[in-house]
């Protein structure tokens, strides 16, 4: 506690499965700030505060931000999900967390966001980085196709992006809108820097490093398009839900890309 607290607090909300943890480790990489992590995950909590000997959820924050800034800067990302079961409500989050800038990550093509869920899931191999080659291929031959768990994930994506947006829209947070799909053409450097921008960070010069790269394999390619051709009408009404979200989505990139 003898620890000064943040100039800058910045939270990242996403949705599993966007891109975020490429997106965390090239701030973290870079050394902007601490590592961006999921200190409000409901698996790791317990264990942080044990750790840091937090004896309430204010205390929590209180302490994580003293002990992982990062020159001046902390940061997070959180799910809706982890946000509810945390703090219960987004008012009493952002009453507690109080952050200084926000940037809410989406998936554009929500269908291969479920596949990919889908995949870890059934596999738990979640990143390139985290696995050796005989892991990644074991788990692209585990890999099925189930379109219930597919369905049943698009469902609670769209549940969290209804109620971070509405979050957002409630407080008037001035939050940074952006995708894996905008990430993914801007580059490590170009996402890196805009970020930065955006949230309070100071803006890197020369390369960043890409550790991340896509899960090899194609049975997610070919998965994504067997449920689009199997459940059009489910298609149709997720598309027509998530219009307003994408539309400022593709406003940010008209601007950046």
Do not use: C
């Amino acid at each position: 506690m003898a620890m000064p607290t943040p100039d800058n607090l910045y939270t990242i909300f996403f949705t599993p499965r966007s891109g975020s943890t490429r997106v965390t480790r090239l701030i973290g990489d870079a050394k902007l700030s601490n590592h961006p992590g999921e200190f409000f995950n409901e698996y790791f909590m317990d264990q942080i505060a044990q750790r840091h000997s937090a004896r309430s959820l204010k205390e929590y924050v209180d302490l994580i931000q003293r002990h992982r800034q990062r020159g001046g800067h902390f940061g997070f990302e959180i799910t809706y999900k982890q946000l509810a079961i945390a703090f219960r409500t987004g008012d009493r989050f952002l009453s507690i967390v109080k952050p200084d800038h926000t940037a809410w990550l989406m998936r554009e093509d929500i269908i291969a966001q479920a596949v990919s869920g889908s995949r870890l899931v059934q596999t738990q191999v979640p990143h390139t980085p985290t696995a050796d080659q005989a892991t990644l291929e074991h788990a692209e031959q585990a890999f099925v196709y189930d379109a219930s768990q597919i369905a049943s994930i698009i469902k609670r994506v769209m549940w969290m992006e209804a109620r971070t947006e509405a979050l957002i829209k409630r407080a008037d947070l001035d939050t940074f809108r952006f995708s894996y799909e905008m990430t993914n053409k801007l580059g490590p450097e170009r996402t890196t820097g805009l970020l930065a921008s955006k949230i309070g960070l100071p803006v890197p010069g020369g390369q960043i490093a890409e550790l991340h790269t896509k899960l090899p394999g194609s049975k997610g390619r070919e998965f994504a398009e067997r449920f689009r051709a199997e459940h059009p009408t489910l298609i149709s009404k997720v598309g027509k839900r998530r219009a307003p979200l994408l539309a400022m989505i593709e406003k940010q990139k008209e601007k950046y890309l």
